[in-house]
């Protein structure tokens, strides 16, 4: 079949390769110049930055997308396992490493807050049973095909649905596991893995830690740019062709039977017939914008959901070196309520937020001159709904380089040699994110999972959306998985 593909995000380069892969012919539109969407790349002044994702889970995920094309993930790009996963700095000053090893781990929260080695093993085994319940359902099947429901893993999952801990938020549920504050504070930061509120999503969102602190996280060597780059190479050694520069401006579609068919799309300068078009790009533009049919019922339904947060990102390069950063760094915030409730009741930047700094050049040393550092500053903030982020931009940075020159006692502005960095419209000006999401509709309600959009159209025959807007979600593993299920739904699977 002749299928063309909306956005070079890493759903849409994964849906490309698994098709091409058995055997179509696609051609793949992205309006920017390179691969990646999110997962992009800017380079000055000597550094290099990656502007989107740092962290990497699942790198089975990535590995499957290979050897489905009969080829191994290690011969494109390293995978660096990191045995200190994150250091954190709490408000007064307390300091502690979350490491993989569960063990070391263990002993570093008792050291640092006097929590029982024992209460980190029981939460980690309570999150490891919610994964083993509802990761495979949820993260590798459709939700809206009959056929997932008649596999006998998934019948199992249906089953023991129960038990997924959908009554408690998730803070509720670190608060029953953990007697320090700062430890409830240290986990709940996973609900923003998705961008929702901890006070909010259902404690079923701890497979986050158990996928992070079980599977392990990674850093890719050459940056997590590499990644959306090595599979893009797959896709050409697998016959996909791809067209940078150029956005796709509609959908074409032609009443059929009852319904609608899909005969292709058009850009500014073509009119490209396919048999199969998948969007990469987010629902709401992909209704809006590409298909002109404000009318479509999803549409509707998906203008009433809660959009994810969004994300303002600060990229300093460092002229100094320092040594107490690790590769990934939180700087939390006093009150973490009040966090929250700015970013999805207020619709403003928190006042006081907490700051998350990823050193990229500890990975991969040629992203920063000798000596320097490569910073990536990224905060949580609200959805784009028309704030004025200059004047929100200026409050941020202020609020940024006060908490680090305290945590890290230095002058850390001083040291600051090059400075870019951008605000939620820009993400959705660069990727298309409605709102400026970074993972489209939130988790914040009991059922948000179920409501994700469909990976088949049933709207139009011959249209398919996979990306993180759509099902299973956001997050590097999850946009890749929804390309599998998607080019396993155009193969008739
Ligand atoms: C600041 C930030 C930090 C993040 N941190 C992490 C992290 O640490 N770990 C993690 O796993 N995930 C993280 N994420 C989320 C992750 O980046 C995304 O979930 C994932 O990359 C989304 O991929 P996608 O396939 O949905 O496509 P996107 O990346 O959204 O790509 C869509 C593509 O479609 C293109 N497009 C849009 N409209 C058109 C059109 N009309 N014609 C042609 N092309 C079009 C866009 O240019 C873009 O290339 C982060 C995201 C951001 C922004």
New binding site residues.
Partial sequence: MRVGI?????????AAARLAATGHEVTV????LR??????TESAAGYRFD???????LPEVFDELFSFAGRKREDYLSFLPLEEICRYVFDDGTRLSAFHDQEAFGAELHRALGESPKALRQYFRSCARLNRIAGELFMRNSLHELSTYTKPSILLSVLQLWRLDLLRSMDQAHRAFFRDPRTTQLFNRYAT?NGSSPYRVPATLNIIPAVEYLGGAYAVAGG?HAL?CAIEQLCRELGVTFRYG????RILSERAGGGRRVLGLE?DSEEFRADVVIS???VI?TYR??LQDTEAPLYKRYQKLEPSS??M?FLFGIGTAFPQLSHHNIFFSADYPAEFRSLFEELRCPEDPTVYV?VGCRSTPGDAPEGKENW?V?LNAPRDAGQDWMAERALMRAAVLKRLTSALGRDVEAHIEYESGFNPPD?EK????AYGS???ISSNTKLAAFLRHPNRSRRYKGLFF?????HP????????L??AITAGLVNGE
């Fill in positions: 909306v956005g070079a995000g890493l759903a849409g380069l994964s539109f992205e309006q920017g691969p990646g969407g999110k997962a992009g502007t989107g994702p740092s962290l990497l889970t893995y997590i959306p150029t956005p796709v401006r850009t990469n790009l987010d533009g914008d590409l969004s994300g990102v990823n990536f990224l993400i660069k990727t298309g994110a970074l993972y489209g996979c990306g993180g807007s759509a979600g956001g997050g590097m593993p999850l946009a890749v929804s390309g």
